[in-house]
C-alpha cells in the first residue's frame, strides 16, 4: 500500500519515585523483548533514555522518541506511575497513543517486586480526562510481557488509521449527483477530525485531463491495464483514454497534496462525466483503490473517508457498495438454505457499477456500465469492472456526519458467500447475522445513506476502537446486535 502510514511506535516506561525505578526498567525490557520473539521490531522503539518520573524525564522521553522517529506512543507504567507527568507526555505527543500496565509476576515476589500499576492505570485514566486527552487503552490493560507485546501489536492497525487521518486530504470534484442527498457532506466534522478536503469543479478536472492528452506515460499505463485485465479486457479501445484519466488523478494528487501524507478522492461519473469524458471512470477508480488510495463514487465524501479508514487498519484494498438488493427467494433457497448458517434476511447483494479492485474479484471484464447504458450510447459508458465479488470475510461499515453535523457510524462483520450473483456491476452475496433487524434498527433508523465501506477480513475490533479513539460516541456506533440484545427502537411486541 502507496498510501498508508508505517507506524513506529516509542515505548516509554514511567515509575513512581516511592517505587523502585528497576521494576519499570526491567519490565520495560521484558516487553521489548517479548516482542521481538513474536513480531518485527521495526514496529517499535525503546526510548532508552530515562523512566518518566517527573517533568523533566517527560521532555527527555519526548524528544528521545521524536528525534527516533516515531509516530506513536505507548506509555508503560512498569508500576503505579506518576499520573501528572505520564500523562503529560501524552498531553504534548501529536499522534496515536496507548497506555498499558504491568502485571504482578509471582506470588513469591510481592514486597520489593510489587508494582501497583493496575492502581496505577485508573489514576492515568483519571488524569488522562481532566487533561481532555484522548489515548487508547485496551480490553483488559494490564497484562504480562509476552500479554502487553500482543496488545501494542494490535494498536498498530488502529494507530495507522488515526496517524493517517490527521495527515489526510480528500479531493472532491464536483457537487453530488442530483438525487443524491444519501452522499450530503457537513465539512466541519472533516477538520474536526483533522482531515484537510479540497473541493474542485469537475471543469477543473477536465481541464487537467484535455491537459494530459498524447502524455507519453499512456501507452505504459494502457499497458499495465491491458495486462492486469487478461481475457477480461472487452473494451480495449478505451485504454488509452483511461490511462489519461489515471494519470491525470495520480499527478493532481501529487501536484495539490501540499503539506499532507496522505490522499482520498471522492469522484464523479454521472450524468455528465460520461459524454464529456467519453467514458466512466470506474476501472481507473478499482486501481488506485487497490494501491491504497481509495476513490468513492458520488462525490461521497465520508464514504472514501471510511475506505481510507479501511485501508489503514487492514492494509489492503477496499472497496465502496450499495447495500443494494435483497437475495430472489429461488437463489437463497438453492444455493444458501442448508449451506450456510444464514436466514434469508441475514442475506442481502451489495453492488456497485465496477469500482472494486481486480484482485478482490472472483473474476472480472472491463466492459460497458449497463445502467448508464439504457439512456446512453454504450460507446460513452465503457470503462466500468464487472464481477462476482471473491467469496470470504468482510467488514462492512461507515462513518458518517450527519446533517446536524454530528458523527454516527455502524460497523457489522460478515462474509461474501461463494454463491453466483447472476448479475451485473461488481457485485456479490452479503451475509451478516441479524442483517434484517441491523438493516431496519441502525441502517434506515439512524438514517444512514446507500454506501457502505467494505474491507476484506474481520476488522470489525480495530475499526471500533478508531471510532471510539476519534471521539464518536459510544451509542452512535451501530452494530448487528444479536437478538437477545433488542436495539432501542425495536418493537418488544413484534
Not at 526498567?25 to 518520573?53: F, H, M, Q, S
Not at 452475496?429 to 474491507?455: C, D, Q, S, T, W
Amino acid at each position: 500500500m502507496n498510501n498508508v502510514p508505517n507506524m513506529k511506535v516509542g515505548i516509554v516506561a514511567v515509575s513512581r519515585d516511592c517505587f523502585p525505578e528497576s521494576l519499570a526498567v526491567n519490565r520495560r525490557k521484558a516487553l521489548v523483548a517479548a516482542y521481538a520473539k513474536k513480531y518485527d521490531t521495526a514496529d517499535i522503539y525503546e526510548c532508552p533514555v530515562c523512566i518518566v518520573e517527573s517533568e523533566i524525564h517527560m521532555q527527555q522521553a519526548l524528544d528521545d522518541i521524536t528525534a527516533a522517529g516515531c509516530n506513536a506512543l505507548c506509555v508503560y507504567l512498569g508500576n503505579f506511575g506518576p499520573e501528572i507527568s505520564e500523562t503529560m507526555l501524552a498531553e504534548k505527543w501529536n499522534g496515536p497513543k496507548m497506555f498499558l500496565a504491568a502485571a504482578e509476576e509471582s506470588q513469591g515476589d510481592l514486597l520489593d517486586g510489587r508494582g501497583d500499576a493496575y492502581c496505577g492505570m485508573l489514576n492515568a485514566s483519571y488524569n488522562l480526562a481532566l487533561r481532555n486527552v484522548k489515548a487508547y487503552i485496551p480490553e483488559y490493560p494490564v497484562g504480562t510481557a509476552e500479554e502487553c507485546a500482543d496488545m501494542i501489536h494490535e494498536f498498530l492497525p488502529i494507530a495507522r488509521a488515526i496517524y493517517g487521518l490527521s495527515n489526510l486530504k480528500i479531493f472532491s470534484f464536483g457537487p453530488r449527483p442530483k438525487n443524491f442527498f444519501a452522499c450530503n457532506a457537513p465539512i466541519k466534522q472533516l477538520y474536526n477530525l483533522g482531515v484537510e478536503i479540497e473541493e474542485n469543479s469537475e471543469l477543473d478536472l477536465f481541464e487537467a485531463f484535455h491537459k494530459h492528452a498524447n502524455d507519453p506515460r499512456i501507452p505504459e499505463v494502457a499497458a499495465d491495464m491491458a495486462k492486469e485485465l487478461g481475457e477480461g479486457n472487452k473494451k480495449p479501445e478505451v485504454l488509452e483514454k483511461l490511462a489519461q484519466y489515471e494519470l491525470t488523478l495520480l499527478d493532481w494528487v501529487e501536484e495539490n497534496k501540499g503539506s499532507r501524507k496522505y490522499v482520498a478522492i471522492a469522484g464523479k461519473c454521472w450524468p455528465a462525466f460520461q459524454t464529456q469524458f467519453g467514458f466512466v471512470p470506474c476501472y481507473v477508480n478499482s486501481r488506485l483503490t487497490g494501491r491504497g488510495i481509495p476513490v468513492s463514487c458520488e462525490v461521497d465524501i465520508y464514504g472514501v473517508l471510511s475506505e481510507f479508514i479501511g485501508t489503514c487498519v487492514s492494509e489492503d484494498a477496499v472497496t465502496l457498495l450499495d447495500i443494494n438488493n435483497s437475495v430472489p427467494a429461488d437463489m437463497y433457497k438453492e444455493s444458501i438454505e442448508g449451506k450456510f448458517p444464514y436466514t434469508h434476511k441475514d442475506t442481502f447483494m451489495g453492488f456497485h457499477c465496477g469500482n472494486t479492485c481486480s484482485s478482490k474479484l472472483a473474476f472480472c471484464e472491463m466492459k460497458y456500465q449497463k445502467i448508464m447504458a439504457r439512456n446512453l450510447p454504450i460507446e460513452v459508458t465503457n470503462g466500468t469492472l464487472e464481477g462476482d465479488i471473491a467469496p470470504g470475510n468482510i467488514t462492512f461499515f461507515r462513518l458518517q456526519s450527519t446533517a446536524d453535523n454530528k458523527l454516527r457510524a455502524y460497523v457489522a462483520e460478515g462474509e461474501v458467500l461463494d454463491v453466483r450473483t447472476k448479475s451485473f456491476g461488481a457485485i456479490g452475496v452479503f451475509a451478516i447475522k441479524e442483517m434484517g433487524r441491523f438493516y431496519r434498527h441502525v441502517l434506515i433508523e439512524k438514517n444512514y445513506p446507500h454506501h457502505g465501506a467494505v474491507a476484506f477480513g474481520h476488522f470489525g475490533k480495530e475499526i471500533f476502537e478508531v471510532l471510539k479513539y476519534i471521539g464518536v460516541a459510544y451509542d452512535e456506533i451501530g452494530y448487528n446486535q444479536p437478538k437477545s440484545l433488542p436495539y432501542p427502537s425495536e418493537n418488544p411486541f413484534a
